[in-house]
């Protein structure tokens, strides 16, 4: 069983550095914490680096795990090779790239890009975002899947995450006491549905709202409420069409030996129980 710990970071590749810098700092709010030729690290927490943005094709979308140690690296390595991902080592090159001590690469089940990390570098310095935004930190990703039931079974069967509810056939799994960590998204083509970041009060989320709307970012979904986490959310777009999301107040799951997945209906209100109609 390949143990993740938690989420380590998202890196996207970007045909345009300077508009990704651009809405991530004065429309996201996160921190530059470096910014090296062809990459640019984002901060939303006390890690050096949360979000990626390198020069190159946006269809480049990786998501980063992170596990306990480098015996656990080569354990997960052996189970995916078994199972018939083909798996990367991360050369030191691309180990300093990614901040972390070691890292191997694979794809999931929906071709989706993977990272397990080891020990991803902290900063010594508080997050201070670029706009008061009130990001506390980077929370979940939507990965889009060409077979929710096959993909859930990878991520709970290989991997060590729980469904904490469905809607339809799609799985919120946690990997932890947070509500959902990965979220399965049915779609064409893999790659990242969407980017989570909590936010401090229900007012960031509306402050957030107008902030965005002035200045013409995309607002797709929301303001509205998951009743699934119970979360407050607004959903905008970014560069290169990249969904980002906003939330407050996702729940987490006390009891892990007791918690039993609940069943929504894939239908809108499913989504949002304010009545806010998702647009994209
Ligand atoms: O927070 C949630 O419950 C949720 C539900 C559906 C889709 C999402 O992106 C979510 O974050
Ligand atoms: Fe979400």
Same mark, same amino acid.
């Given at each position: 069983?390949?143990? %993740?710990?938690? %989420?380590?970071?998202?890196?996207?590749?970007?045909?345009? /550095?300077?508009?990704?810098?651009?809405? *991530?700092?004065?429309? /996201?709010? /996160?921190?530059?914490?470096?910014?090296s030729g062809k990459a640019l690290y984002l901060r939303s927490d006390d890690r050096a680096h949360t979000?990626?943005?390198?020069?190159?094709?946006?269809?480049?979308?990786?998501?980063?795990?992170?596990?306990?140690?480098? *015996?656990?690296?080569?354990?997960?390595?052996?189970?995916?090779?078994?199972?018939?991902?083909?798996?990367h080592a991360g050369t030191a090159g691309e180990c300093a790239s990614r901040k972390v001590k070691a890292?191997?690469?694979?794809?999931?089940?929906?071709?989706?890009?993977?990272?397990?990390?080891?020990?991803?570098?902290?900063?010594?310095? !508080?997050?201070?975002?670029?706009?008061?935004?009130?990001?506390?930190?980077?929370?979940?990703?939507? %990965?889009?899947?060409?077979?929710?039931?096959?993909?859930?079974?990878? +991520?709970?069967?290989?991997?060590?995450?729980?469904?904490?509810? !469905?809607?339809?056939?799609?799985?919120?799994? !946690?990997?932890?006491?947070?509500?959902?960590?990965?979220?399965?998204?049915?779609?064409?083509?893999?790659?990242?549905?969407?980017?989570?970041?909590?936010?401090? $009060?229900?007012?960031?989320? /509306? !402050?957030?709202?107008?902030?965005?709307?002035?200045?013409?970012?995309?607002?797709?979904? &929301?303001?509205?409420?998951?009743?699934?986490?119970?979360?407050?959310?607004?959903?905008?777009?970014?560069?290169?069409?990249?969904?980002?999301?906003? $939330?407050? &107040?996702?729940d987490e799951i006390e009891d892990e030996d007791t918690h039993r997945p609940r069943q929504f209906g894939?239908?809108? $209100?499913?989504?949002?129980?304010?009545? $806010?109609?998702?647009? +994209?």
């Open positions: 069983m390949i143990e %993740l710990k938690d %989420l380590s970071y998202v890196r996207f590749g970007t045909s345009n /550095l300077e508009d990704a810098e651009s809405f *991530a700092t004065k429309c /996201l709010g /996160l921190q530059v914490g470096e910014q979000l990626c943005y390198f020069e190159g094709d946006p269809a480049e979308q990786t998501v980063g795990f992170e596990v306990d140690d480098e *015996a656990q690296l080569d354990a997960a390595a052996a189970t995916l090779d078994q199972l018939g991902h083909p798996v890292f191997i690469g694979f794809k999931d089940p929906s071709g989706n890009h993977i990272e397990l990390v080891v020990r991803p570098e902290r900063s010594g310095k !508080r997050y201070f975002g670029s706009r008061d935004a009130g990001i506390t930190g980077f929370s979940h990703v939507g %990965l889009f899947t060409s077979d929710p039931a096959r993909d859930e079974r990878f +991520w709970t069967q290989v991997c060590n995450a729980r469904v904490s509810d !469905r809607i339809g056939d799609v799985a919120l799994m !946690r990997v932890n006491a947070i509500h959902h960590t990965i979220a399965l998204a049915p779609g064409p083509k893999a790659g990242v549905h969407h980017v989570n970041h909590q936010v401090e $009060s229900n007012d960031d989320v /509306l !402050r957030s709202y107008y902030h965005l709307s002035e200045k013409r970012v995309p607002i797709v979904f &929301g303001p509205g409420r998951h009743p699934t986490s119970g979360a407050r959310f607004l959903y905008f777009r970014g560069p290169d069409g990249m969904v980002f999301e906003y $939330s407050i &107040g996702v894939f239908e809108p $209100s499913s989504l949002c129980m304010w009545g $806010s109609k998702r647009n +994209w």
